[in-house]
């Protein structure tokens, strides 16, 4: 079992920047680095959609096109902490953030964080 905690949402000016955390408390016996995460948000009225990946070491990072370029997604494995850095934000990355966790590199996400709020005011 993973429960995760995302933090870090604000409101924001135009061209701001934020970072979000997501921590992982885990059953005994697992360990963070056994997990493939990601970061997702939702709009209001639109569907929840994907951000960013980060492989078990961090080595591969996978984004959408919209965020390349100003989204960073980061993880510590011994903080068993996944970051999502966001510089030169806009109006439309509002929305609510979601980490989400999966152990293998594709298919569903088998866990999720309650999300955190990020407004970006114009």
């Known amino acids: 079992q993973v429960l995760l905690v995302e933090s870090g949402g604000d409101l924001v000016q135009t061209g701001g920047s934020l970072r979000l955390s997501c921590a992982a408390s885990?059953?005994?016996?697992?360990?963070?680095?056994?997990?493939?995460m990601g970061w997702f948000r939702q709009a209001p009225g639109k569907e929840r959609e994907f951000v960013a990946s980060?492989?078990?070491?961090?080595?591969?990072?996978v984004y959408r096109d919209s965020v390349k370029g100003r989204f960073t997604i980061s993880r510590d494995n011994p903080e068993n902490t996944v970051y999502l850095q966001m510089d030169s934000l806009k109006p439309e990355d509002t929305a609510v953030y979601y980490c989400?966790?999966?152990?293998?590199?594709?298919?569903?996400?088998?866990?999720w964080g309650q999300g955190t709020q990020v407004t970006v005011s114009s």
């Open positions: 885990l059953a005994s016996g697992r360990t963070f680095n056994s997990y493939y």
């Open positions: 980060i492989s078990w070491s961090g080595g591969s990072t």
């Open positions: 989400a966790a999966r152990k293998s590199a594709t298919g569903a996400w088998d866990y």
